[in-house]
């Protein structure tokens, strides 16, 4: 995986502190590095007593008639026969604990993946492995989802966790937006993105590891100005101070902050910055303006 994770397994004590994103990423990273990334239905989740929705599960249950009732490999049935002891019970019933929730979905749409392509209408079933702890995301049976993955080169099996940009698609707004673009755009499906921020030390608390949610001192409702150099394109900054351009095409470009009256009072802000924006690629900036301004 190419994400370095603190996992937490359900065997060791709660003392050990919780699971750890070494990386977080904005969705148009984010896409650019995941090996899959699809819209699907959850069909299953196993085993059934790891799935925290699950009403019926029962840890009361023997550990045989909990590993009974599990869709278990025939590796796995067979040492289940072949147990003789209730430590051999415990020791194949953590080792399958260890291996994760396996979660079955029916995947509606592919962005990347084998079946990166033209949608053909045609629907296809697909695990996808998350940790049985802290780590693991929560995905519930019958929901829909925006799922980022990658794929295990030595085992082939794909798997997420918490620290992808997993999501109901109900909540999926901004990715879905992008992947529009990444999908259909072709080589005008770029992104810029970035804030805008009346903090001085902003460069302070910028880490390369993790694209920001958000940032100290937003100014949000002041008008950006993206220069093509063949027409001018705008936006306003969100509460967060927030803003996104998408569907561009890789060159330099220059953004221009304007103070919420533009364009029937112009004034300048901040700008204008140059950004390089590569080819079907993502870049960010953030932008500084003066202490105090807001457009709202």
Known sequence: MRRALLLSLLSIPTALPACQCLLTLSAC????????????????????FLNRWNRSKSSSLPLSQQLADMDLPDYYKRRLAAAKTSEDI???????????????????????????KEDSG????????????DCGYD?????????????????????TSVCYRNRRLSD?????AYLYFFQNGGDESARLEGFVTSDELYQRDLDKAHDPERVKLPAPGVILELNTGRARRYTQS???GRFVFDGLAGGEYSVSVFDAGYPEQVKLL?????VQVEKKGCASQMLLVPKGTSGQ
């Open 29 to 48: 990273h984010e896409v650019a590095l995941a090996d899959r990334v699809f819209i699907g239905t959850v069909e299953s989740v196993e085993p059934s």
């Open 90 to 116: 415990a020791r194949l019933f953590y080792s399958i604990v260890a291996q994760g929730r396996r979660v079955r979905f029916n995947v509606k749409t592919t962005f990347r993946g084998e079946k990166e």
């Open 122 to 133: 045609d629907e296809e079933s697909l695990e996808v492995w998350t940790d049985s702890g």
């Open 139 to 159: 995905f519930q049976v019958g929901e829909t989802y925006l799922v980022y993955a990658d794929e295990d080169e030595e085992s082939g099996r794909i798997n």
């Open 172 to 176: 999926a707004g901004d990715d879905l």
């Open 238 to 240: 969100d509460r967060d």
């Open 270 to 274: 901040a700008g204008p910055t140059r």
